[in-house]
């Protein structure tokens, strides 16, 4: 009984027939793989059959396709050719114009403007706010050339001297508001308070905020104030409302106090491309090379309404296959370097010796208190709260009114006490600030305070920080008093959640970029651009900056001096996660879009994203009508810098695929990848575009980015 059971007949029939059937299915499977791989190999070798005979034919018609790409690119340099001739023709003008103001670029102009204001003795807050105006603009146009100008075009003597003429307006601004408020305090009685007996006044302009307190009865229940026409405030210790103190808020919509101006958030210096990529040669004659791919520069206030002739930036550079004249290519390579270093100097540093600069900066990474201006940047401009010693008072004796003067000029006010600066119980300063209505805060700002010693932003000092959303207002504590700034991260707007490029007419276009907190509409025309619209939680807001015809460079600094930075950053990949592209592929699609821009409509693509590093995907199709872009009009299209194709892949696509349309080929640039499917009548409208309409759409592309922060 415990031995094996026997296997009927019947049973070991039927596991007969189920092994034979299983060999067979086997065989049969074998046999279908067998033919599946060897049609897989067959359409394999036919693919790459197709694939070889549409290389060669890439191949044999590539240079024919460069050279009329190059043909179109000159465009290019008319527009850089009108620009320099702006920026001289501006020079004349002003020459001509004989009315009063210097030359900001004439050193003895300059120094006998700063002389002259500097032994005026008119300290009357108004005319120092009127004059202030004027070298706020003088200040606008040296950072204006500063950004503006090619470096073949500029000196390190220049640069070095607009640097220092910046710092010299800027140091000799400050001085005339503390002339300014000492002649305010001495005149406290004039601006006495009738509830109080305390000074108050509030004084604006468009550029500056300047509210003063004067504690003239020393009375403690009057420890704080609000400045009631500008919503500003502080609340003092027990030991500053009864001391001869004073207290200042001057509010600035500009910052001169952020160290390197030039470099936060500059454009990406494209390190990727090879120099003989950088840089545009001269045509003709054997001229220097001129030109390079512009390099990022960090913004400057400059007046929206103000539209000066040199007007753009520096436009791309044309990518030639066969560059000649190498040496001739790292000389300007070498003379660029030198020129970024005086570039570099800091707004309030001169020249420092690179090793400590290197030093600082190595340390300021270990101190996290330290704000990282590459990270967060000051918006809505700077906040500088004093505390002041009060001067002696006027007294009135029958009808004279006798004031005791000094040479001492206007001292601050200690505090905390020197010798009771280590104390851990000092008590605070409270202080509430009303933000600015035409800028916006997406999150709660960051408020730093400013360090003189180590010229830069820091977070600690400060505590208590609450943000009134509703009421625009932030209140926080400050253990001594310093200048203030509301940070905001440069990056928060980004990545985009899709955007988009379409003509609009004869040299005109939309730009749309749809950001993380709102959406911004840009068009184009000509020369110029206009915001034209920025929508925020459902409504439009700004409408300050919105319908004016500005130039680019004049439309980005507008936006970030209101809180919308659409324009990332040199390092903004180590703040925002998106792939990284390579810049060949990345600068030649927005300088060949540019190029199209007249006829052909562009915009996002899902696809994008798992292209990889070496390539970009987007959408495109020719766009002649003023109507809107259905979704099933549209084509995608892979660019890597040196190749073109047409996609067989769509948005709706399960996965990525970098299959070709079917009749389609491959092109050595985009342009003609385009052409392959465009009416004669968009090839002609692309090379009718202006030049100077060509570079502005190439400007904004390349400041917003947006192949790779989508």
């Known amino acids: 009984s415990g031995g094996k059971k026997k296997l009927s007949k019947a049973e070991r029939l039927r596991l007969q027939r189920e092994e034979e059937r299983r060999l067979k299915e086997e065989e049969e499977a074998l046999l279908l793989a067998e033919q599946e791989e060897a049609a897989r190999l067959e359409k394999e070798r ?200 004073a207290v200042r808020i001057l509010h600035t919509r500009y910052d001169h106090l952020s160290p390197l101006w030039l470099h936060c958030q500059r454009l990406p210096q494209w390190e990727g491309l090879d120099s003989k990529e950088l840089i545009q040669l001269a045509k003709g004659n054997g001229e220097e090379p001129e030109e390079e791919v512009k390099e990022g520069r960090e913004e400057f206030n400059m007046p929206a309404a103000e539209e000066m002739c040199s007007d753009e930036r520096r436009s791309p550079v044309s990518f030639q296959e066969n560059s000649t004249n190498t040496a001739a290519i790292n000389e300007a390579v070498e003379e660029t370097e030198k020129k970024s270093e005086i570039l570099a100097i800091s707004s309030q540093v001169q020249e420092p010796v690179m090793h400590e600069e290197t030093m600082e900066k190595e340390e300021a990474r270990t101190d996290k208190s330290i704000v990282d201006l590459q990270q967060f940047v000051p918006v809505g401009g700077v906040y500088h709260i004093d505390a002041l010693q009060l001067p002696p008072q006027a007294k009135q004796i029958r009808d004279w009114r006798m004031m005791e003067l000094s040479d001492a000029g206007l001292e601050a006010y200690p505090y905390p006490p020197p010798e009771e600066a280590e104390d851990a119980t000092q008590p605070p300063v409270q202080l509430t600030l009303r933000l600015p209505d035409n800028v916006l805060y997406f999150e709660a700002p960051v408020v730093a305070r400013w360090d003189p010693a180590g010229q830069h932003w820091r977070t600690d000092g400060i505590s208590n920080a609450r943000y009134e959303a509703q009421e625009r207002i932030v209140t926080f504590e400050m253990g001594a008093f310093h200048p203030v700034a509301l940070l905001q991260q440069a990056h928060l707007n980004m990545p985009y959640q899709g955007w988009e490029l379409q003509p609009t007419g004869g040299d005109e276009a939309l730009l749309r970029v749809a950001a993380v907190f709102a959406t911004i509409q840009i068009q184009i025309k000509g020369k110029q651009c206009m915001l034209s619209s920025v929508v925020a939680e459902g409504k439009e807001v700004l409408s300050h900056i919105t319908g004016q015809w500005i130039n680019p460079l004049a439309l980005r600094a507008s936006l970030r001096r209101a809180g919308v930075n659409i324009f990332p950053g040199e390092n903004a990949h180590k703040y925002v996660s998106v792939p990284k592209k390579a810049p060949l592929a990345e600068v030649r699609a927005y300088q060949q879009m540019a190029l199209a821009a007249s ?59 970098e299959e070709l349309e079917d009749d389609s080929e491959f092109h050595s640039t985009l342009y003609h990848m385009l052409k392959d499917s465009a009416s004669k009548e968009a090839i002609n409208k692309v090379e009718r575009a202006s030049f100077l309409f060509i570079d502005v759409v190439y400007q904004l592309l390349l400041a917003t980015r947006v192949l790779t922060h989508s």
Not at 47 to 72: G, I, Y
Not at 79 to 108: F, M, N
Not at 611 to 634: C, I, M, N, P, T
């Open 46 to 245: 036919i693919e790459q059959e197709q694939m070889e005979k549409l290389k060669a034919k890439d191949q044999e018609r590539r240079e024919a396709e460069l050279a009329e790409l190059q043909s179109l690119e000159q465009k290019f340099l008319s527009a850089q050719q009108w620009k320099r001739d702006c920026r001289a023709y501006a020079k004349w003008e002003h020459y001509l114009s004989c009315d009063g103001s210097p030359d900001p670029t004439v050193l003895q102009e300059i120094n006998t403007f700063i002389s002259l204001w500097s032994e005026d003795q008119d300290e009357d807050i108004q005319v120092v706010m009127e004059k202030g105006e004027q070298v706020l603009t003088l200040i606008e146009k040296l950072q204006f050339l500063l950004l503006d100008t090619p470096p073949s075009e500029i000196t390190e003597k220049e640069a070095g001297q607009y640097q220092e003429s910046i710092l010299e307006l800027q140091h000799l601004l400050q001085q005339k508001y503390n002339a300014a408020t000492e002649h305010l305090l001495r005149t406290a009685y004039m601006y006495e308070d009738s509830e109080t007996g305390n000074m108050q006044a509030v004084i604006k302009d468009k550029n500056v905020t300047f509210c003063l307190w004067g504690n003239l009865k020393k009375k403690l229940r009057f420890k704080n104030h609000v400045f009631c026409d500008a919503q500003h405030g502080f609340d003092l210790p027990r030991s500053l409302a009864v001391s001869s103190v």
């Open 599 to 657: 006829a052909f409509a562009f915009a996002w693509s899902k696809w994008n994203v798992e292209a990889g590093q070496e390539q970009v995907v987007f959408k495109a199709r020719e766009h002649l009508q003023a109507e809107s872009v259905e979704d099933r009009d549209w084509s995608l299209y892979m660019f890597n810098g040196q190749k073109a194709q047409k996609l067989k892949l769509t948005e709706s696509s399960e996965a990525f695929s």
